[in-house]
């Protein structure tokens, strides 16, 4: 069934950072909601694009030759390879897009790896 999606209303739905939920699919892709706080981790994804568009809040992602930063109503694409480290101070709301086969910590598996669940 065809359904908008009311994004208040799934991110009301978890408290947690760093854990994104699986809210659609779009052909190979996962469109996935997430909280963010504090710091990640140095990673990158050596096969897949990443789409991070900010809903609330300020982000920066942190490349090792600079840092982004990205407000509401922005996105950025982080290309495949490319190291980086999201940081949000306060409390950030971002919308992930990227192919089902991503992990959230990419090319590392630390205790920060999740397998997302869909809500």
């Not at 504090?38 to 982000?59: A, C, S, Y």
Request: no cysteine.
């Amino acid at each position: 069934m065809i359904e908008p999606i009311d994004l208040a209303k799934k991110f009301s739905l978890f408290s947690e950072h760093w854990s994104p939920r699986v809210v659609g699919e779009l052909n190979d892709s996962y469109v996935k909601l997430v909280r963010l706080k504090g710091e990640f981790v140095w990673h990158q994804h050596d096969n897949e694009d990443e789409l991070f568009l900010v809903i609330k809040g300020t982000l920066v992602i942190r490349l090792r030759a600079r840092d982004l930063t990205i407000r509401e109503g922005q996105f950025v694409i982080i290309p495949k390879g490319v190291e980086h480290l999201p940081v949000a101070e306060q409390e950030v709301l971002v919308m992930l897009l990227e192919p089902k086969a991503t992990l959230n910590t990419g090319n590392l598996h630390n205790e920060r790896t999740v397998e997302p669940e869909w809500i």
